[in-house]
């Protein structure tokens, strides 16, 4: 037991538990319970013994907390949505309406630049600028990397390649192919190029091949041939087709045409030179 008037602790080094034990050995035992203060050790617990009514307990008081109404439930603070950040790639070019390069591509990548398609097949990431320089670091890129894929592409976009410096390489690329040049395969021998459609150039074209083939003009009336012009081109009527007193009138025009040129070219100025109507005629003082 004790001794009277002192606490009594549990051990060395444990938690403090404060016992009270009254001075007055006299004391009434059924007498009131001890009015002192009663404090907490640092960092231990009140015994719940000691929870008596009248009596003051300092312990650490408890965060304060906002009053609240019962039965209203705090109001939730706004969600934040965040702002989406427009790329300063995105914000200094816009893509150009007007670019048709089939062989680009600017989608998920940078816009201010032009990415190659055949790279990206390969998981690669090759890019060029909007430049004229540009354009020819462009076309050797395709020269030199992707020559076979270049070629066949354009192949089959009837695009025709005209860089210079790449036409040894294709012409070498269609030969190892076992193939003629297709650059120019759909264009006959001597020609460069084909003119453009008009009905014009249509009737001249027509009296070119009747006269070089030595043809009669009324082939042009012909059922088969009418039916190949209109097969080879779908807007072209019947009426549209000319009939052979129109390919004879544009003879006899290219044949004065011609005529007045030569005489420019001529320049003759010599009285055995007669011209009977049209056509130019020499005299037999020429023959003498």
């Known amino acids: 037991m004790a001794p009277p008037g002192r606490p009594r602790r549990k051990g060395h080094g444990a938690d403090a538990e404060p ?3 009254p001075n007055d050995t006299g004391a009434d035992p059924e007498a009131p319970g001890p009015t002192e203060t009663i404090t907490i050790h640092p960092g231990g617990t009140l015994n719940p013994r000691f929870f008596i009514p009248g009596l003051e307990h300092h312990s650490p008081a408890p965060a304060s907390q906002p009053p609240t109404s019962h039965g209203t439930p705090p109001t939730p603070p706004p969600p934040v949505t965040p702002v989406p950040q427009q790329s300063a790639h995105q914000h200094r070019h816009q893509p150009d309406p007007d670019d048709d390069n089939p062989f680009t591509s600017t ?7 032009v990415h190659c398609i055949f790279c990206c097949a390969q998981k690669k990431s090759t890019s060029f600028g909007h430049s004229i320089t540009s354009t020819s670091n462009w076309q050797h890129h395709l020269l030199m990397k992707h020559l076979g894929l270049w070629v066949e592409a354009c192949d089959r976009l009837k695009v025709k390649i005209t860089a210079d410096k790449a ?10 192919k076992g193939q003629d040049s297709k650059q120019n395969s759909s264009l006959p ?4 190029k084909v003119p453009g459609f008009s009905l014009e150039a249509f009737i001249d074209a027509l ?10 003009f009324n082939v042009v009336e012909s059922p088969e041939l009418c039916c190949i012009f209109l097969m080879l081109r779908e807007e072209l009527t019947d009426d549209d087709i000319p009939c052979r007193t129109q390919i004879w009138k544009r003879v006899m025009e290219i044949w004065e045409d011609h005529l007045k040129q030569l005489s420019k070219e001529m320049q003759v100025k010599s009285p055995s030179h007669v011209t009977c109507g049209q056509m130019p005629t020499l005299c037999p003082s020429w023959l003498s």
């Not at 989608?107 to 630049?113: A, F, K």
């Open 107 to 113: 989608p998920e990548l940078r816009e201010d630049r």
């Open 167 to 176: 036409e040894g390489s294709v012409t070498a690329y269609w030969e190892s």
């Open 207 to 216: 009296v070119a091949f009747i006269v070089s083939n030595d043809q009669s």
């Open 189 to 192: 021998s001597g020609f460069d």
């Open 19 to 21: 016992t009270v034990v």
